[in-house]
């Protein structure tokens, strides 16, 4: 060890080197620093400029990336159900001129009418039915990306008021009411309205369909005629059709109206040898309900979960 006084020169003489700024290899200087040292990058040490990764917790901090466009739900089974159940066979007013035609009027849907295109269909086709006039869908099939509604029978063919009005009104045969006589006597022309959605169909509800529809018809003041013809059946009936179910001795119009039109019907006879038919609504194994037939009666019903 070496004697404490011949330390004090080596330590005077580090002391001097380090005030003068001197270069000692591992030592910082001790010079001021210059004034615009603060605007230049911190000293770095070894190895600092290896990045350090993002600690956990920022990681879940983080928003998630959502994507931009979300394409909306398909049109399910049962939505479909719903459509043909409170569209198909219900009346609206023309708020603009349908024009006739086989093959039908694209409209995009949730677009206001291109009324120089509608024109132009107008003048080609003819007018199917005028502003005003008192229409009924009579039919509805869907695509992968539009739905077809044909007007007072679609463009194919004449359409007769009465054959409608005595649909809805079942097996009472009841006469139309005196302010539509002359109307149903007429034959009108047909129209179709094919609604594009160009991506896809949507899942929607009745409500939407029509006010899609809204461009060229009106439903507000409007009402089937099944509904009227609700109010004359036996009560047991119209609670059945409020629930939307079908029951022992309802007719086919009254299935129709409490259920809508089945997706499938399968006849066959029975072990008795009478002759049945069976309305399938859904699909398995989803629930499923049969309806069976005989005759124009309900003489059974199932369901199945």
Do not use: C
């Amino acid at each position: 060890m070496a004697p404490i006084g011949m330390g004090v020169p080596v330590t005077i003489a580090l002391w001097m080197a380090l005030a003068l700024g001197g270069d000692i290899p591992g030592v910082t200087s001790l010079r001021p620093l210059p004034a615009n040292a603060g605007t230049s990058a911190p000293p770095t040490l070894p190895g600092s400029d290896v990045k350090t990764p993002a600690s956990p917790s920022d990681a879940l901090q983080a928003p998630p990336q959502q994507p931009s466009d979300h394409p909306a739900k398909e049109l399910q089974p049962q939505s479909r159900l719903l459509l043909v159940r409170f569209v198909d066979g219900e009346f609206a007013h023309v708020v603009q001129p349908l024009p006739g035609g086989k093959k039908g009027y694209k409209v995009p849907a949730g677009r206001p009418l291109d009324m120089k295109k509608l024109s132009d269909a107008l003048r080609l086709y003819g007018t199917a039915a005028g502003q005003g006039d008192t229409v009924q869908i009579t039919g509805i099939d869907f695509h992968s990306d539009s739905i077809v509604l044909r007007i007072n029978g679609g463009g194919k063919k004449h359409f007769h008021l009465r054959d409608h009005l005595a649909i809805g009104m079942g097996n009472v045969g009841t006469a139309p009411p005196p302010e539509t006589q002359s109307y149903a006597q007429q034959q009108l022309p047909g129209a179709t309205i094919v609604l594009d959605y160009a991506h896809g169909v949507p899942d929607m509800s009745p409500d939407d369909l029509k006010r899609d529809l809204s461009v060229f018809l009106d439903f507000s003041k409007q009402h089937s005629t099944t509904v009227n013809w609700i109010d004359t059946l036996a009560p047991q009936f119209q609670e059945a059709i409020k629930d939307e179910h079908a029951i022992v001795g309802m007719d086919s119009e009254m299935v129709l109206a409490a259920m809508g039109r089945p997706e499938h019907k399968v006849r066959e006879r029975d072990q008795e040898g009478n002759d049945t038919e069976d309305w399938i609504y859904g699909t398995p194994p989803s629930k499923t309900t049969f309806v069976t037939f005989e005759g124009n009666t309900v003489i059974r019903v199932k369901e199945y979960d």
